[in-house]
């Protein structure tokens, strides 16, 4: 199990957006769309391997932090929100906790 900041998983974010917006540039699709043609085995693999691979590798990389963020927020609602049951708000102070994931 791995430490991980709320700020590195940012960090990977902007990273990732940065190279996947070069490639949606370079080949005029988004991503998602991409990574769909490339999932189903239906771009052509020729002159092209080396950019599609790091394409693929950078989206899969951006989906595993959105994940991390998703359930990051989610702990961290709940552990707010178990702070103050009593009004059934959600305070947020702005503090960088650390949580464990599995990389």
Do not use: C
Not at 75 to 98: F, G, Y
């Amino acid at each position: 199990m791995a430490t991980v900041t709320l700020s590195d998983i940012l960090d990977d974010l902007r990273a990732a957006d940065q190279v996947l917006r070069k490639f949606e540039q370079r080949y005029w699709m988004s991503s998602d769309v991409f990574y769909d043609l490339y999932s189903q085995g239906r771009l052509d693999d020729g002159e092209n391997l080396e950019d599609f691979s790091e394409w693929a590798g950078f989206y899969k990389i951006k989906q595993h932090r959105e994940e991390l963020l998703r359930r990051f927020s989610r702990r961290r609602v709940t552990e707010l929100s178990i702070d103050h049951e009593e009004d059934n708000l959600v305070h947020l102070v702005p503090q960088e906790p650390l949580i464990e994931v599995t990389a």
